[in-house]
């Protein structure tokens, strides 16, 4: 029979271009956030954190913006490249533990030439 | 530094049969934490161990257990293997400590029960 998955959004860029991926959160007192990129075959990278004390984090070609108002994290991706494609996931620390993360669902992000 | 290595990648078991998966954290790194990948829940928190102990759990049934050493090596068992275990399996591995907290994940173990 067919299989039921998650459906994850897809995101297509052209190569160049900047890529914003979008995450909404559960828990209003979440005070860490991270994005995670998943290629095929392979576990979860880290890319970029950011507590909640903060609004904006930038590493290099990424920033990560947070609105705690809405409870919304965003991943901006500068100058998208053909490896930039893959799976991106959002995560937030469940309650006092750092061990403990809650993932979004995931967005795959394609690249085309 | 060598990454976080599990072992074995791929698995096959038939239903009813227990199966044990094995993470090495980074060197260093005393907390580890296991996740579940399926196509239809996504990425699912399992449990963390640090120091030997089991410091949080995720709302799994009693089939899932783990275990970690004394060198962090942590282990993971799954009994009575059910279809619906078939997925991969993360572990993942952190420093503790303030600003230290960033969880780095393994390969994987993808298990499939027939």
């Known amino acids: 029979g067919e299989s039921v998955g998650l459906h994850l959004p897809t995101l297509s860029v052209q190569e160049g271009d900047n890529s914003i991926i979008n995450c909404a959160y559960s828990n209003s007192a979440s005070d860490y956030f991270i994005w995670y990129k998943q290629e095929s075959g392979k576990g979860p990278q880290f890319i970029i954190d950011i507590r909640s004390n903060m609004d904006k984090r930038q590493g290099q070609r990424v920033t990560v913006l947070l609105n705690k108002t809405v409870k919304h994290l965003s991943l901006q991706i500068a100058a998208t490249q053909p490896g930039d494609s893959a799976v991106y996931f959002c995560?937030?620390?469940?309650?006092?533990?750092?061990?403990?993360?809650?993932f979004g669902a995931g967005t795959q992000v394609v690249v085309t030439p | 530094k060598a990454g976080v290595t599990q072992t074995p990648r791929y698995l096959i078991k038939t239903r009813g049969q227990q199966v044990t998966l094995s993470c090495s954290p980074i060197?260093?790194?005393?907390?580890v934490s296991w996740y579940q990948q399926t196509p239809g829940q996504g990425l699912q928190f399992l449990f963390e161990y640090f120091s030997e102990t089991q410091r949080n759990k995720g709302n799994f049934p009693g089939r899932f257990s783990g275990r970690q050493f004394s060198n962090s090596r942590s282990e993971m068992n799954v009994s009575t293997l059910e279809l619906g275990d078939s997925a991969l399996y993360l572990c993942a591995s952190m420093l503790t400590g303030a600003g230290q907290e960033t969880q780095y994940f393994g390969p994987g173990t993808r298990l499939l029960v027939l």
């Open positions: 995560a937030e620390k469940m309650g006092i533990s750092w061990g403990k993360l809650q």
């Open positions: 060197s260093g790194h005393r907390s």
